[in-house]
């Protein structure tokens, strides 16, 4: 690294609690393009609206409730 930098006063990234990370799953083609839909209408990618609503069941501590037919 070069000796004109100068880092003491930097600041921590404030948005370090929020990494992503990537993962593999399996969603179910109707719905990628129910969200895909939602993505056209907001302008919002599809993949960030799926985090969006994964977080903020996260955050209200939604409860799943199945019932199998």
């Known amino acids: ?3 004109e930098y100068d880092f003491t006063n930097a600041r ?6 929020k990494l992503k ?3 593999t799953i399996n ?4 719905t990628i393009e129910y969200f895909k839909k939602q993505s056209d209408t ?3 990618p599809y993949q960030t609206l ?3 609503y994964l977080a903020d069941c ?3 501590k939604k409860q799943l409730k199945l019932s199998w037919a």
């Open 1 to 3: 690294m070069e000796k």
């Open 12 to 17: 921590k990234n404030p948005y370090a609690k």
């Open 21 to 23: 990370k990537q993962i």
């Open 27 to 30: 969603i179910d083609e109707d």
């Open 42 to 44: 907001s302008g919002i």
């Open 50 to 52: 799926i985090n969006l």
């Open 58 to 60: 996260c955050e209200n």
